[in-house]
């Protein structure tokens, strides 16, 4: 500093001497200015260093990269200075600005020199204020440059590139400040004498530890130690007292404290060891104190070590900053450019990412150097050096790939370095990391080395000890207990060195982890030792070298555990740790099988255990095989004796462990013989699975048996843990066992079979009794079957039980009577309602819930007890026995408490059920004495009168069972109350209990404990009774049975009545009943008739549904019985009772065959045919019953109900007062109107099929008509509009008429069967009355204020959907109307989003609003149409009008039409809900809408991200190409040596067709305009870098310098193109169409003089001819456009010609036309017409453009005089395409909506782009143009009509073919003979009345009928085939 100093005073005197020569020399008094400041500096630098303050070299490195960053960023600032002053209007501006920008740079090298001089000493407070005021200087510069800058009136683009690296020299600035922040002090401690002294320290304690119990050895180590620690704790404070950290200071200071107090004890306790050598306490209390000291030893060194890895990590954090930031400042500036633009903006993305990296990282590294204390603040720094590594390398990756194409050669050469420095700076940066993590678990490992060590010393100590025979047993610990422990921790240690081997690489977790091995391996030698103590003396010395060798092993993995740490990683470091753990695994193993082998018995087990396995290996060997009878009962036999010896062995390893041997060596022997005899069993094995079956098991027990030895091993009294183990062992060998020997067949043969029949017999029972549910649905028809089979097997087993023949007889007649049985029970569940627990689980408490659960558990103890007899296992009986008393107990209790509660209700069921529970006692207290008798003395006999006990005790359960009554067995009465369910159920508990107890006969005459078979004799005799009743019972309890079977009783009971009745009427008895007349008979009979049809139609739809079938006859039976007494009443008034009573007999006697075919369970085929002549003869039963005068009654009755109705309508007129809601009238008027329909339809098919049955189908029309008169005035009471009201009224009145008028024409049929006139009338009548009925419909939904609005939102939906597809077609063609102001798109955007959201809100409301009425329903349909339609299309148009893009538009606007559309679809579901009509669309409709809505908003976003990636795209190549203008000549451009006029005139024409692409493509194709963008870059480098070569060739330098002036202003052009090209991008308007017209015609001038300056060049002739061809563009051009109107004209006469004579309309109105020919002819000659006006527009923009002379485009443009004739040519192909499909659909009928639209669509882009070119060259503003922008509008719109027509016409197409005007005249015709008709009736009624004499009938005269049909109301229209399209009327 000193030097620096002098230094500067020598350059200050050097410049006062240059002042003086020369005083008015403004350069050189700012030399003397700046060294006066390098004098200033110094001085504070000086003053600092001399009171201390050093800064770190990594601190210093960082503070000097950061300045020199602000130097460089303020150079680059003043380059961009000096460019942007050359545009600027003013020069003072300029001025000021340069002034700025040089007094910037001054001052940013003033800040550079002060960070050199004071960098070393940034510390001091004085130095760095000097920084901070050298800092702030720059910024008042820069900010006053950024000031001039705004205010200098230059270019925007270039104020912001001067902003921009003003904005980066502030970055800079902030770095440097932030890099003196994170400053610190320099280190002065010294650790390297530090550690000798500590590892001086340990070793004499470790001397230490090892001569305890030696008082000469004791005294002269505990002074060396203590001398040693001495040196230590004054080496400690020295490193504390020199530390400048007070962090690092105050941890040293403490460590060294805790070293001095264990020292002190450490003193103390070994002179109390040496003066009492023997004494046991003290020499334990000296061990601790050693291990205390050599862990305060460690905790120092480690403190040290620590803090020395944390201060290097922040070292190389800095470096790493350092040099980052010094490799991006060179990558940021013009020294790395490559000429590349998209290489450059790659290069300063990866540096910009990499500054932020290394601004995290300094962040990071600046805590930690203010909070040393803080690990985790260390460790947070380290966490950040691993994250930002990425970024930073990806930097340095970056500018080795930019490297070598950088132009510069020394900024080339400046990047590659910096690179290099970099990545050397940050790997030392992540090594430092990895060794504070090595550093941060090396103290813990120390301290875990050093307990190894003390217990290393502890280990030697009693090993001299059973060297010499003075060993004594420690009374502290048991030896089982010392076992135990060694066990127990030997499993802890291997975990823990598992734990080590994945955590070697984890530095923050080694520490813990080594602590926790050293803890567990000092706890296993502990225990070794006490072990040891307990033993003889070989065996005590054998165990501690064991011990020895273990902690020796442990020792090494620590060692290897902190390499591998510290390596982080390295494959060798990893591959030795991984030894370590092996050596350290066999050691421990061998401890513990030292230790284990002491014991009595364990060597023998663990060689028990090895000749197992071994035999093991014999298994699956060749054997003889012999019976396999014979050959289980052998396995079998062993088995047991294995069992026997298994259990031995566990019981002496518990109990004493001196007979564990002879018990292990007794499995060894015994289960080769296992082997043996599994060999044989497996080869005479019925089948390989089976054989395979017993190998592994026997495989399996060798397994278990192994690890019950070793269990069984190392098993002691003291430690629960073993003998849990051993107990979970030896479980696993009795399973294994049991699995064995059932394998065995050592039954009687068929007693398998047997015992697998009752077994599912009492599964049967089980779920009978509401145990299970069954297992699957059975019939009734499977039961009867099964019943039958139950039958006959049982019959077979009583045989063979009774003739005592062979018992494999016996099998397929039990296995057979099994299965019946099983179905019989699932079948009676099916039949009873499913599983009976249901009904438990419902009544609660009943014997269901207190009897199945413990006899269940007595048939599982009772099957646990047979497995222990056929085992042999006494433990087994012991625990099963009990078990059964218990289960048993509680059974007998709980059926006792059953019969209790049965006293009141069922005496003697009571009594049966205490009678039934006695047995069970008996019997458990029979099973529990020959349970104790078999346990103590095993023997056959005691076995075989052990399992017949337990069968006597199982069937007592199930007769216990069995005797429980029904509903509380079961507790299924709680669903089911049916006696017959009752009964079936009853009956086939008693057989499945009869077929149990002939099964368990059997079974006892099988195994020899019964001989008696009269006993299966007598219980197949009940079971053959019981099956009778069962069968009854079942064919009771089928569903529909009983009904079906009344039904048939009460109808023969009915036909009985009718000829009782007409007896009595022929002998004149039959009276009358009082008060009653003959039609009220006949009306009251038709109510029960109607009912009996209507039974009947169900009867045959339910044909298969016997519940459904049995409710029919039920209501048949019933409907007929009330018939049969009407019909008396009838027959008693009537003058022929014979015409009253025959019909009514006949009905009767066809439906009883109908039934009695049922019963009999006919098939449907033949059951059909009955019921339907039943059918006939009920319906016209009545009108038998009337006769023909009777017949005219039932009508005259339903006319007379269309007279009251008429006048309750009329009524309502005048005084509506209603008493119902409109909810309920609504309702009510909807089932009249359907009720009416429905009778009409019958009426109508009746009088087609039969016009004398006419008359019952009548009463229904007479009670329809009545509901619709009452209805009908609750409806008008309201509505409360007038008009409304009396619309609704007269739709009501006229219904009313056409039925008055359809029931006369029924009366005229019903007389005149046979006549056609009058069943043509009849037809049309009924066409009247469902049309009224449709009109009373529409005017209900016009009076429903709900209704309404909803129709009117469905109308205003569709038309909003219209008008957003034609703005869609219109956008996609260029023309989309723009009437909206310039605003903002996110403003606007926003407020579609809005409008959508509340859209999909607004749909999702119209779910509730259907339940809200007509307020209700009306506010939700005109919320959606306003939120859906009005505010949806508003902004959709408002946002697509902010777009540039034509396609984006289009998209846009089609979004939101499907909006509209969905919305529309939505509303249709809503008033059909709303209406009663269908529920379940409306729904998947609003969800639709909120898709629609969703798939809206994306469409949206994804125009606004396409248009900032095109602004993008342009500002960048706008950039790129600014500075190859501003460098040119300078850039190095490659060398071209083809660059000749020829290749200079070719990129002009690229560049010429890219500019025209680009300037077409705006605001149509974003993708389009990308492209052109990059290819006009293209060209523009071609173009300069060809100029600079070609430029050597010119003549002189007048045309050298023209060309490449030309050159320049080519790309400047070319940038001003970019601008307005991005703005109108943005936004079309007409401003921004002139400016972008504007800048690409001063490209294209450019280009002109681009080429007239290669013309001076020499050989440039045919070059230039390129770009001029001579060609007469301007006359080529008129010639297409003409050509391409004679083609149009021509596809128009095409398109006439398919309609000879026809003249084309309107093209608007040609969806009006009724012929679709028509329509189409309108469209497509109206289109063609259009696209010729365009042309017609297009060849006046031309001419207007030739008139400029030798300046117009066609001369200065070529490239767009031939898009333009491109673009005309593709006019003329498209309007022919169209014209073709036009034909094809009129000539061929072949017309596809698709193509249709195709066409369209081609023709309006096509027509888009000819207007485009057109309008490139012109004035926007000009008429002309205005008006050939009309003319595309049309095109537009006039495109959207077409695809509308070829969508009709499509429908049309496909639509049936009908004439119309066939139809209008029928029509007529049919009208015509109504009148005809109507007017005869009448004078036939007046004739008649004149023959007898009185007035007109009580008929009246005819109805006139109801003119012009219904009222027209229909919105929708039809087409037929014919040509002409039906409108709705």
């Known amino acids: 500093t000193a030097r620096s100093v002098a230094d500067a005073v020598a350059k200050l005197l050097a410049a006062a001497d240059d002042v003086q020569n020369s005083p008015h020399d403004q350069d050189k008094r700012r030399a003397l200015h700046a060294a006066m400041k390098q004098i200033e500096d110094n001085r504070a630098a000086l003053l600092a260093a001399a009171r201390g303050y050093s800064t770190t070299k990594p601190d210093q490195e960082l503070l000097l990269a950061a300045a020199k960053a602000v130097a460089e960023a303020t150079a680059k600032l003043l380059q961009s200075t000096q460019n942007t002053s050359n545009s600027m209007t003013s020069p003072n501006h300029k001025q000021s600005a340069l002034a700025e920008a040089r007094d910037a740079l001054a001052a940013a090298q003033s800040l550079l020199n002060a960070c050199k001089t004071m960098g070393p000493v940034a510390l001091d407070p004085d130095c760095k204020g000097q920084l901070l005021k050298a800092a702030r200087r720059l910024q008042s510069h820069i900010q006053s440059l950024e000031s001039a800058a705004a205010n200098s009136g230059a270019p925007q683009p270039q104020v912001d590139g001067l902003l921009n690296a003003a904005r980066d020299v502030q970055d800079a600035i902030a770095a440097l400040l932030n890099a003196a922040e994170a400053s610190e002090a320099k280190p002065t401690q010294n650790l390297g004498a530090f550690a000798k002294k500590a590892k001086n320290v340990l070793a004499a304690n470790a001397k230490l530890a090892a001569s305890v119990g030696q008082p000469p050895e004791i005294l002269k180590n505990t002074k060396a130690t203590a001398q040693a620690s001495g040196e230590l704790v004054v080496a400690a404070k020295v490193v504390a007292k020199n530390d400048e950290d007070e962090a690092s200071r105050k941890r040293l200071l403490e460590s060294a404290r805790r070293v001095a107090d264990a020292t002190k004890r450490l003193v103390d306790d070994a002179k109390k060891n040496s003066q009492r050598p023997h004494d046991e306490s003290a020499r334990g209390r000296l061990t601790e104190s050693t291990r205390g000291l050599a862990q305060a030893v460690n905790q120092v060194v480690g403190d040290a070590a620590r803090t020395a890895a944390e201060r290097e990590l922040r070292a190389k954090a800095k470096l790493a900053v350092a040099a980052t930031t010094a490799l991006a400042s060179v990558a940021k500036t013009g020294k790395a450019d490559t000429g590349d633009y998209d290489l450059d903006g790659q290069l300063l993305n990866a540096a910009n990412d990499a500054l932020l990296a290394a601004g995290s990282l300094l962040n990071a590294s600046k805590a930690a150097s203010q909070q040393k204390e803080n690990a985790a603040v260390q460790a947070e720094l380290s966490k950040v050096a691993r994250q930002t590594a990425p970024q930073q390398f990806s930097l340095v990756t970056q500018c080795k790939a930019s490297g070598p194409r950088v132009r510069d050669q020394k900024g080339k050469q400046q990047l590659l370095m910096a690179a290099k420095r970099a990545a050397e700076a940050i790997k030392d940066l992540l090594a430092a990391s990895k060794a504070m993590g090595a550093a941060t678990g090396a103290a813990e490992i120390e301290v875990a080395l050093e307990a190894l060590s003390v217990e290393d010393a502890t280990i030697d100590s009693t090993a001299l000890k059973a060297d010499s025979g003075m060993l004594q047993p420690d009374g502290n610990v048991k030896k089982s207990q010392a076992l135990g422990n060694v066990n127990n921790s030997a499993n802890k240690l291997g975990s823990a060195t598992k734990t080590m081997t994945h955590s070697a690489n984890q530095p923050e977790k080694l520490g813990v982890v080594a602590k926790q091995v050293a803890q567990e391996s000092v706890a296993v030698t502990t225990a070794a030792r006490q072990t040891a103590s307990h033993c003889e003396q070989r065996t005590a010395v054998e165990v501690l070298e064991k011990a020895k060798k273990l902690n020796k092993a442990s020792q090494m993995l620590m060692e290897n555990a902190a390499a591998s740490a510290a390596s982080a990683g390295d494959a060798g470091a990893q591959g030795m740790l991984l030894n370590a753990a092996k050596h350290l695994a066999q050691a421990l193993a061998e401890l513990t099988d030292c230790c284990n082998d002491s014991e009595p018995g364990s060597k023998e087990c663990e060689a028990a255990a090895n000749a197992v396995m071994q035999a093991a290996n014999q298994l699956g060997q060749r054997a003889q095989p012999t019976d396999f009878k014979q050959a289980s009962v052998e396995l079998a036999s062993v088995a047991k004796a294995l069992s026997g010896a298994s259990t031995q062995a566990s019981t002496a390893a518990q109990r004493n462990k001196r007979q564990l041997a002879p018990a292990a060596n007794q499995v060894a022997r015994t289960y080769p013989q296992v082997v043996a005899a599994a060999n044989v069993a497996a080869a005479s094995a019925q089948s390989p699975a089976e054989a395979q079956q017993i190998t592994r098991t026997a495989r399996l027990l060798a397994e278990t048996l192994a690890a019950q030895l070793r269990a069984a091993k190392v098993a002691s009294s003291d430690d629960p843990q073993s003998i849990a183990q051993l107990q979970e062992a030896s479980q696993s060998v009795s399973d294994s066992i049991g699995d064995l020997l059932k394998l065995c067949d050592t039954t009687n043969p068929g007693q398998r079979e047997l015992s697998s029949a009752i077994e599912t017999v009492r599964s049967a029972l089980d779920r009978l009794n509401g145990g299970a549910p069954p297992n699957q649905s059975r019939s009734i028809d499977e039961l009867q079957k099964a019943a039958n089979t139950a039958t006959r097997a049982a019959d077979g087993v009583a045989q063979c039980c009774a003739t005592g023949g062979n018992h494999t007889q016996l099998v397929p007649p039990a296995r057979a009577l099994a299965q019946a049985t099983d179905i019989i029970a699932d079948a009676t569940q099916t039949a009873v309602g499913g599983n009976a627990s249901n009904g438990a689980a419902k009544s609660g408490g009943g014997a269901g819930s207190r009897l199945t659960a413990p006899a269940s558990r007595t048939h599982d103890a009772l099957s646990r007890l047979e497995t222990a007899i056929n085992t042999n296992d006494r433990q087994g009986l012991v625990t099963s026995a009990k078990a059964i008393a218990m289960a048993c107990g509680e059974l007998v209790g709980a059926a006792r408490g059953v019969a209790n509660e049965m006293k009141t209700t069922d005496e003697s069921g009571s009594r049966a059920l205490l009678a039934a529970a006695q047995p069970v006692a008996n019997a458990t207290a029979k099973l529990v004495s020959t349970t104790k008798a078999n346990a103590q003395q095993p023997s056959p006999s005691n076995a075989q009168a052990n399992i017949a006990a337990a069968r006597a005790l199982g069937a007592s359960v199930d007769g216990l069972l ?620 071609a173009i300069l870098r060809d100029a600079k070569h070609a430029s050597k060739t010119a003549p002189n330098d007048q045309a050298r310098q023209q060309l490449c002036n030309a050159a320049c202003a080519t790309g400047q052009a070319l940038a001003d193109l970019y601008i307005a090209a991005k703005q109108q991008s943005k936004r079309q308007t007409l401003a921004g169409k002139k400016k972008l017209s504007e800048a690409s015609d001063s490209v294209i001038d450019r280009i002109g003089e681009l080429v007239d300056a290669v013309a001076l060049l020499p050989n440039s002739a045919d070059a230039v001819r390129m770009y001029r061809s001579g060609e007469d563009l301007e006359t080529l051009a008129a010639r297409a456009l003409d050509d391409a109107k004679q083609r149009i004209a021509a596809a128009q006469q095409t398109i006439l010609a398919t309609q000879p004579g026809y003249q084309p309309g309107p093209a608007d109105d040609a969806l009006q036309q009724p012929k679709m020919e028509h329509a189409m002819v309108d469209a497509s000659h109206g289109l063609a017409d259009a696209v010729g006006t365009v042309l017609q527009c297009a060849q006046t923009a031309q001419s207007a453009l030739a008139a400029a002379g030798a300046s117009n485009a066609f001369k200065r443009d070529p490239t767009w005089a031939k898009g333009l004739i491109a673009s005309a040519d593709s006019v003329a192909d498209a309007v022919e395409a169209m014209a073709q499909v036009a034909v094809n659909a009129i000539s061929k009928s072949l017309c596809e909506k698709s193509q249709v639209e195709k066409v369209a669509k081609d023709v309006a882009s096509t027509s888009a782009r000819l207007v485009a070119t057109s309008r490139a060259k012109a004035d926007p503003s000009d008429p002309t143009q205005q008006q050939l922008a009309g003319a595309q509008k049309r095109v537009a719109q006039i495109s959207a009509v077409l695809v509308a027509v070829g969508g009709e016409y499509e429908e049309y197409l496909n639509a049936p073919a009908i004439d119309p005007l066939k139809v209008e005249e029928e029509a007529i015709q049919q009208q015509i003979k109504i009148l005809q008709l109507q007017k005869r009736i009448a004078k036939q009624k007046a004739q008649m009345a004149r023959l007898r004499g009185g007035g007109a009938s009580n008929g009246g005269g005819a109805a006139p009928a109801v003119r012009g049909g219904m009222r027209g109301r229909g919105r929708g229209r039809g087409r037929g085939r014919g040509g002409m399209r039906g409108r709705g009327m």
């Open 962 to 1581: 069995s005797a429980a009554p029904y509903e509380e067995a079961t507790a299924a009465s709680a669903s089911n109350d049916d006696a017959n369910s009752s009964a079936l159920l009853a009956s086939a508990r008693a057989l499945v209990f009869q077929v149990a107890q002939l099964l368990q006969t059997s079974q006892g005459i099988i195994d020899g404990s019964s001989v008696d078979g009269n006993e299966a004799k007598s219980v197949s005799g009940d079971i053959q009774t019981t099956v009778q009743e069962l069968l009854v019972a079942a064919r009771d309890a089928q569903p529909g049975f009983k009904e079906l079977a009344a039904a048939v009783a009460s109808m023969e009971g009915s036909v009985s009545d009718l000829d009782n009745a007409a007896i009595d009427a022929d002998v004149g008895i039959l009276e009358p009943t009082p008060g009653k007349s003959l039609p009220q008979c006949h009306q009251a009979l038709a109510p029960h008739i109607k009912q009996i049809a209507t039974a009947v139609q169900s009867m045959l739809k339910s044909i298969r549904d016997p519940v459904a079938m049995g409710d029919a006859a039920t209501k048949i039976a019933a409907g007929m019985a009330a018939a049969v007494e009407e019909c008396k009443d009838a027959a008693s008034l009537s003058s022929e009772p014979s015409s009253q009573l025959s019909p009514c007999s006949d009905a009767a006697s066809k439906l009883r065959e109908t039934l009695l075919a049922l019963q009999q369970r006919k098939p449907p085929n033949e059951i059909a045919p009955v019921a339907k002549s039943a059918m006939e003869a009920v319906v016209s039963m009545l009108n038998q019953m009337r006769g023909g005068g009777a017949g005219g009654k039932a009508i005259d009755e339903a006319l007379a109900e269309c007279q009251r109705a008429a006048q309750a309508i009329e009524n309502a007129r005048n005084n509506a007062r209603p008493a119902q809601s409109w909810e309920d009238a609504r309702g009510g008027l909807g089932s009249a109107v359907q009720a009416l329909d429905t009778a009409l339809a019958s009426a109508h098919a009746t009088g087609q099929r039969n016009a004398k049955n006419l008359p019952p189908s009548t009463i229904g029309l007479g009670s329809a008509v009545k509901s619709i008169g009452a209805a009908s005035g609750e409806v008008a009471g309201h509505i409360s509009d007038d008009s409304a009201r009396d619309d609704f009224i007269e739709s009501a009145a006229a219904v009313v008429k056409s039925l008055t008028n359809f029931l006369q024409q029924t009366k005229a049929l019903y007389n005149e069967p046979n006549n056609q006139d009058f069943k043509d009338a009849f037809s049309t009548a009924n066409s009247n009355v469902a049309g009224s009925l449709r009109m009373l419909t529409e005017a209900l939904d016009e009076a429903d204020g709900g209704a309404r609005a909803c129709l009117e939102a469905i109308e205003k939906l569709g038309a909003i959907g219209a008008e957003l597809s034609k703005a869609a077609l219109m956008a996609a063609a260029g023309s989309f109307d723009d009437t909206a102001g310039e605003q903002e798109f996110e403003a606007v955007q926003a407020q579609l989003e809005r409008a959508a959201n509340q859209a999909a809100q607004s749909a999702q409301s119209l779910a509730g609003a259907t339940k809200q009425g007509p307020s209700g329903m009306a506010s939700a349909a005109n919320h959606i149409a306003g939120a859906a339609g009005d505010a949806v299309r508003d902004a959709a148009r408002q946002t697509a009008a902010q777009m540039g893009d034509a396609r984006a538009q289009a998209r846009l606007l089609n979004a939101a039409h499907d909006v509209a559309i969905a919305a529309q679809s939505a509303v249709t579901a809503a008033k059909k809900a709303y209406t009663g009509v269908d529920q379940s669309a409306l729904q998947p409709a609003v969800q639709d809408v909120q898709a629609k809505v969703a798939a809206l908003v994306k469409v949206s976003k994804e125009a606004e991200a396409e248009a900032s990636e095109v602004a993008i795209e342009l500002d960048k190549a706008r950039s790129y190409v600014l500075g190859l203008v501003e460098r040119f000549p300078t850039p190095p451009f490659r060398v071209n040596p083809q660059a000749t006029p020829k290749s200079l005139v070719t990129a002009a024409i690229s560049l010429a067709e890219a500019s025209s692409s680009l300037s077409a493509s705006v605001g149509h194709a974003q993708e389009d305009v990308i492209g052109a963008t990059k290819n006009s870059a293209r060209a523009t480098e």
